[in-house]
């Protein structure tokens, strides 16, 4: 059986990760994670040619982001990535981020699933290719990915898949979505206060060139719920945000 290895590197927070208060914003620290993940695949002969090959590639599903404290611009973030082997066709990715004293600024929880590039059904059972040894059998740390229930909704503008938000799979990139859901909120909320738990359910990709349309709400916590609807009418995505 192969060691099981958990992925580390280091990434510093640029000015142009930073929001107007010179924090680093939600959508910025899962390009980071996102970034660690595809250099960890890349690392074991997972690449562009192994998802040809294998006419499958890992699409998210949900994810939970807990900011312990809010890293801000110049500081030197250690990024440890720790995937964990197929549970009932999920894959659960941990990614943890410490600063340079070595205390916790955020934990990431990601769920993601294979999907066949030919008919973009889900695969329940993933390919043998995909069995892959040095994957956790077990990663300790979870976070709630539920949806928490909302209020009434009000109209929150549109998103579209433009070119600097699509990725290679020709739809909005998962990390941008982040960056969807705090533009969605009422400006002056981000610029008094700081997104410390973020939490995304990805329904419906939206492909190159189309919009959606969003709505927000408060929940009972007094959070952000912010939701996405394709042209189509299929629902795209959910967020909650928790603004303190």
């Not at 600063?99 to 990431?108: F, T």
């Not at 999907?115 to 976070?143: N, S």
């Not at 206060?193 to 990805?202: E, P």
């Not at 349309?213 to 996405?228: M, P």
Request: glycine share 6%; aromatic share 8%.
């Amino acid at each position: 059986m192969a060691e099981t290895v958990f992925f580390t590197e280091q990434f510093r927070v640029m000015d142009c990760d930073c929001d107007m208060n010179h924090r680093l914003t939600p959508g910025a620290f899962l390009r980071m994670a996102q970034q660690i993940s595809t250099d960890q695949c890349e690392s074991i002969g997972m690449n562009d040619d192994f998802y040809r090959e294998n006419h499958a590639v890992f699409l998210l599903a949900k994810l939970a982001l807990q900011m312990d404290r809010v890293p801000r611009g110049g500081e030197v973030l250690t990024l440890v990535t720790m995937p964990e082997q197929c549970k009932r066709a999920v894959f659960k990715r941990v990614t943890e981020a410490r600063d340079e004293k070595g205390e916790r600024v955020a934990l990431l929880d990601s769920r993601w699933v294979l999907v066949d590039t030919g008919t973009r059904r889900i695969l329940r059972r993933p390919p043998q290719a995909f069995e892959i040894g040095c994957f956790a059998e077990e990663v300790p740390f979870t976070l709630d990915v539920s949806i928490q229930k909302h209020e009434e909704e009000a109209p929150a503008g549109q998103v579209t898949a433009t070119y600097s938000r699509c990725d290679t799979n020709g739809h909005m990139n998962n990390t941008r979505y982040a960056d969807a859901a705090a533009d969605a909120l009422p400006l002056e909320v981000l610029a008094n206060g700081a997104v410390k738990r973020l939490v995304i359910s990805y329904h419906n990709e939206l492909p190159a060139g189309q919009s959606a349309e969003l709505v927000r709400g408060r929940t009972g916590d007094g959070s952000w719920y912010v939701a996405g609807q394709r042209e189509d009418g299929r629902p795209c995505f959910e967020a909650v945000l928790t603004v303190e």
